[in-house]
């Protein structure tokens, strides 16, 4: 048996005034979006903002229903509109904002594994990594150079 050590490199900045400015306008599109999330069941919102290559941004929020399984998270709402809208343009980067109706979010809160697969799919498409902000409401920022910083193990077409 041999051991394999996986790590990551996470970027930690103490708060939105450390951030280059472009990225600070991007978390700024994501907070608004958060703000218009529906999220009646969770009280959980969430907000994307992408930076396309074409200089578009989009942004998504996520969208609950009652019968659960049936919502989306705000970062596949986000590329998946990128996608259909602009299909040939590649994700520079994405910014992430998510808070809870319950109690403040002071952590970075990163995308959950679902998001995390569809992102790995656009990521390999476009054969550039994908830059991914995240934050709470408040606090710090968390940035990932690569969607592979989070997402390791990659599921993708070569298994296929």
């Not at 996520?62 to 299909?87: D, V, W």
Request: hydrophobic share 40%.
């Amino acid at each position: 048996m041999k051991e394999v050590k996986i790590e990551s490199t996470l970027y930690l900045y103490d708060t939105l005034d450390e951030l280059p400015k472009d990225v600070v306008l991007l978390m700024n599109k994501a907070i608004e979006a958060r703000e218009r999330a529906y999220a009646p069941y969770s009280n959980f919102y969430v907000g994307a903002a992408l930076l396309l290559d074409n200089n578009k941004i989009i942004t998504g929020n996520n969208q609950e229903n009652a019968s659960y399984p049936s919502g989306l998270c705000a970062e596949r709402t986000a590329i998946f509109y990128a996608g259909s809208k602009y299909p040939n343009a590649k994700v520079i980067r994405m910014a992430i904002s998510a808070g809870s109706k319950n109690n403040q979010t002071t952590s970075p809160i990163p995308p959950c594994g679902s998001c995390r697969q569809a992102i790995a799919e656009y990521e390999i498409k476009q054969e550039t990594p994908i830059e991914i902000y995240f934050m709470g409401e408040v606090g710090k920022i968390a940035k990932s150079n690569s969607l592979a910083n989070l997402l390791p193990l990659v599921f993708d077409k070569k298994v296929l």
